[in-house]
């Protein structure tokens, strides 16, 4: 029946792209980070009754049917798979193999690239082989330096991981393996971001993406078609629900849009063209009036669900909840899921739920509410739906403005951006030593150039 409802349907009502975060092995992972908001999955799964198999591993003919509609159903040359858990490693290099063999059989002709998170623990010389044979970019998750990372991601056993996935990470290298850093910034690491970012750069991570730590209490048990289902973390919110509290580990406000503002301070004088901070680059994506390449700044959302274990189709990665099931890939193609009532109407309740407050925001172009997920307070005038990171994005977005500025319009003459290092090492330059009428270079104990009559260094320099 819905093959047919498809082929009868107009052809703009289908999307021409989208994207999944496949999770082969569903939440099972050798680690237990403290944090984690997926490990819960399992408990939920058990509890919902929708366990049907003894092995967590995608069944051979869901993960060929999926692979096959993921690449038919896109209207794109290249075809990106996102593969995540829990740990997808725990499938083993086998598992993969077969991936890149049904890729292969249904690519047409399309280039097709895949994208796998790990925290790198059980890596080793086969999977390393395996990895840079078949192109693989790896994201691998590291919190920062040890005291930083071993804070909250620990083993089955509360035991340190970060002497194993730094081992990972040599893994990585020794076979020319691509890498990107997923970087979890909690309340501990946020007030540390210069060491944060240093370490990244010295283990040489060329791409850092930040993630925002920001999950609350669950204030009682999560209502299912099956019963109760009772969890540790609060579900996304709603306008209606009891007020959460959040996490003794989440990241306060403040101290995000410091983070992020340090690092930028750091990144845009020394590092611009060498270092890829994946929000600075969405950021001028966005000044540039490219629009945002990132989800949770975009506009409207929709177009990127979750794919589990069993063929469940979600809503979002951090949606995955009962009410938010579009459907089974054994049910329903999955461009039916992505392009189904409730799915679009998903994506626009981003756009459509901003309060008042966030529209007339000076820097609503760039931040558009962020996601959803952390829409719970209340705006000063008592609308609900102001995000939880609202005070730490108005920071931040307003600080870079005249550095992307700058940057977008190096772009739009076609120059590089990393011209703007240059720019601000001269302007930090005649600051400190500012010339007088007569051409003189102003020392510090020199009458100041504004004819206060008080020496520069008690004068303009100090206010500088």
Same mark, same amino acid.
């Given at each position: 029946?819905?093959?047919?409802?498809?082929?009868?349907?107009?052809?703009?009502?289908?999307?021409?792209?989208?994207?999944?975060?496949?999770?082969?092995?569903?939440?099972?992972?050798?680690?237990?980070?403290?944090?984690?908001?997926?490990?819960?999955?399992?408990?939920?799964?058990?509890?919902?009754?929708?366990?049907?198999?003894?092995?967590?591993?995608?069944?051979?003919?869901?993960?060929?049917?999926?692979?096959?509609?993921?690449?038919?159903?896109?209207?794109?040359?290249?075809?990106?798979?996102?593969?995540? &858990?829990? $740990?997808?490693?725990? *499938?083993? %290099?086998?598992?993969? +193999?077969?991936?890149? /063999?049904?890729? @292969?059989? !249904?690519?047409?002709?399309?280039?097709?690239?895949?994208?796998?998170?790990?925290?790198?623990?059980?890596?080793?010389?086969?999977?390393?082989?395996?990895?840079?044979?078949?192109?693989?970019?790896?994201?691998?998750?590291?919190?920062?330096?040890?005291?930083?990372?071993?804070?909250?991601?620990?083993?089955?056993?509360?035991?340190?991981?970060?002497?194993?996935?730094?081992?990972?990470?040599?893994?990585?290298?020794?076979? &020319?393996? $691509?890498?990107?850093? *997923?970087? %979890?910034?909690?309340? +501990?690491?946020?007030? /540390?971001?210069? @060491?944060? !970012?240093?370490?990244?750069?010295?283990?040489?991570?060329?791409?850092?993406?930040?993630?925002?730590?920001?999950?609350?209490?669950?204030?009682?048990?999560?209502?299912?078609?099956?019963?109760?289902?009772?969890?540790?973390?609060?579900?996304?919110?709603?306008?209606?629900?009891?007020?959460?509290?959040?996490?003794?580990?989440?990241?306060?406000?403040?101290?995000?849009?410091?983070?992020?503002?340090?690092?930028?301070?750091?990144?845009?004088?020394?590092?611009?063209?060498? %270092?890829?901070?994946?929000?600075?680059?969405?950021?001028?994506?966005?000044?540039?009036?490219?629009?945002?390449?990132?989800?949770?700044?975009?506009?409207?959302?929709?177009?990127?669900?979750?794919?589990?274990?069993?063929?469940?189709?979600?809503?979002?990665?951090?949606?995955?909840?009962?009410?938010?099931?579009?459907?089974?890939?054994?049910?329903?193609?999955?461009?039916?899921?992505?392009?189904?009532?409730?799915?679009?109407?998903?994506?626009?309740?981003?756009?459509?739920?901003?309060?008042?407050?966030?529209?007339?925001?000076?820097?609503?172009?760039?931040?558009?509410?962020?996601?959803?997920?952390?829409?719970?307070?209340?705006?000063?005038?008592?609308?609900?739906?102001?995000?939880?990171?609202?005070?730490?994005?108005?920071?931040?977005?307003?600080?870079?403005?005249?550095?992307?500025?700058?940057?977008?319009?190096?772009?739009?003459?076609?120059?590089?951006?990393?011209?703007?290092?240059?720019?601000?090492?001269?302007?930090?330059?005649?600051?400190?030593?500012?010339?007088?009428?007569?051409?003189?270079?102003?020392?510090?104990?020199?009458?100041?150039?504004?004819?206060?009559?008080?020496?520069?260094?008690?004068?303009?320099?100090?206010?500088?």
């Amino acid at each position: 029946m819905s093959e047919q409802i498809l082929r009868a349907a107009p052809r703009q009502s289908l999307p021409t792209a989208f994207h999944a975060m496949t999770k082969p092995i569903g939440p099972i992972c050798n680690l237990d980070c403290r944090y984690c908001f997926y490990l819960e999955k399992e408990t939920m799964y058990a509890q919902e009754g929708r366990r049907e198999r003894p092995s967590w591993q995608m069944p051979d003919e869901t993960l060929e049917s999926y692979i096959r509609q993921y690449i038919e159903q896109q209207d794109a040359p290249e075809i990106s798979f996102a593969w995540q &858990g829990g $740990e997808p490693t725990l *499938l083993g %290099v086998r598992f993969f +193999r077969r991936v890149v /063999q049904l890729q @292969q059989k !249904y690519a047409g002709g399309r280039r097709i690239l895949n994208a796998l998170q790990t925290n790198g623990t059980l890596l080793n010389d086969e999977w390393g082989a395996f990895l840079a044979e078949n192109g693989f970019l790896i994201g691998l998750s590291i919190d920062g330096p040890r005291e930083l990372h071993d804070a909250y991601r620990v083993d089955k056993h509360g035991r340190p991981t970060f002497d194993a996935v730094m081992q990972g990470l040599s893994l990585l290298k020794k076979h &020319g393996v $691509e890498f990107n850093t *997923l970087t %979890v910034v909690h309340r +501990r690491s946020a007030q /540390q971001p210069r @060491q944060v !970012y240093r370490f990244l750069k010295e283990i040489g991570s060329g791409f850092l993406q930040f993630i925002p730590l920001v999950e609350r209490a669950a204030p009682g048990p999560l209502s299912s078609g099956s019963g109760l289902i009772q969890l540790t973390l609060a579900a996304p919110p709603k306008a209606t629900e009891a007020r959460a509290p959040v996490t003794e580990w989440s990241v306060r406000p403040e101290d995000w849009g410091a983070f992020l503002t340090t690092i930028f301070d750091e990144w845009v004088r020394r590092d611009v063209g060498r %270092v890829f901070v994946q929000h600075f680059d969405v950021a001028l994506g966005i000044w540039s009036g490219a629009g945002s390449a990132l989800c949770v700044f975009a506009e409207t959302c929709g177009r990127a669900v979750a794919v589990e274990h069993n063929g469940d189709v979600y809503a979002c990665d951090h949606y995955v909840y009962p009410e938010y099931r579009l459907g089974n890939l054994r049910e329903k193609r999955l461009i039916e899921m992505v392009a189904s009532p409730e799915q679009v109407r998903f994506g626009r309740d981003k756009a459509d739920t901003l309060p008042g407050y966030c529209r007339r925001c000076s820097v609503r172009f760039a931040c558009n509410g962020e996601c959803p997920k952390h829409r719970f307070l209340r705006t000063p005038d008592g609308e609900y739906g102001l995000n939880y990171l609202c005070a730490g994005y108005k920071r931040f977005f307003t600080h870079i403005d005249p550095y992307m500025r700058t940057m977008a319009s190096l772009l739009q003459a076609r120059r590089a951006p990393a011209e703007i290092m240059q720019m601000i090492a001269e302007q930090e330059r005649r600051q400190a030593n500012p010339v007088c009428a007569s051409g003189r270079t102003v020392g510090r104990n020199d009458p100041c150039p504004c004819g206060s009559g008080r020496k520069y260094k008690q004068c303009c320099l100090e206010r500088r």
